[in-house]
């Protein structure tokens, strides 16, 4: 059973940073893509950041400069780090298995102004 556990979100004031990550088992991790997404209310989910098991990651409009995705396959675990924060990223951050239907609850990041 595939199962993705995020952390790190939270109330963050307008310029802060967060560091989220997600934990997955059920995998074989270090074979996989992996991505982080995000949907605000009112909105359609969007991609973030998908990274490849070497490292390899691309980065949607929303992320470009403000957002690094990482991974340590030997923990399984996949990062984002989101900075400068604005009051529109708030959202619910999620992390997938890339173009697999796996998701996890997800981590709540809301900024304040």
């Known amino acids: 059973q595939v199962q993705l556990v995020e952390s790190g979100g939270g109330l963050v004031q307008s310029g802060g940073s967060l560091r989220l990550s997600c934990v997955a088992s059920g995998i074989i991790f270090s074979r996989n893509v992996m991505a982080w997404y995000r949907q605000a209310p009112g909105k359609q989910r969007e991609v973030l950041a998908p990274?490849?098991?070497?490292?390899?990651?691309t980065y949607g409009e929303s992320a470009k400069g403000r957002a690094t995705i990482s991974r340590d396959n030997a923990k399984s675990t996949v990062y984002l780090q989101v900075y400068s924060l604005k009051p529109e990223d708030t959202a619910t951050y999620y992390c997938?298995?890339?173009?697999?239907?796996?998701w996890g609850r997800g981590t709540l990041v809301t900024v304040s102004s």
């Open positions: 990274i490849a098991s070497g490292g390899l990651a």
């Open positions: 997938t298995v890339f173009g697999q239907n796996y």
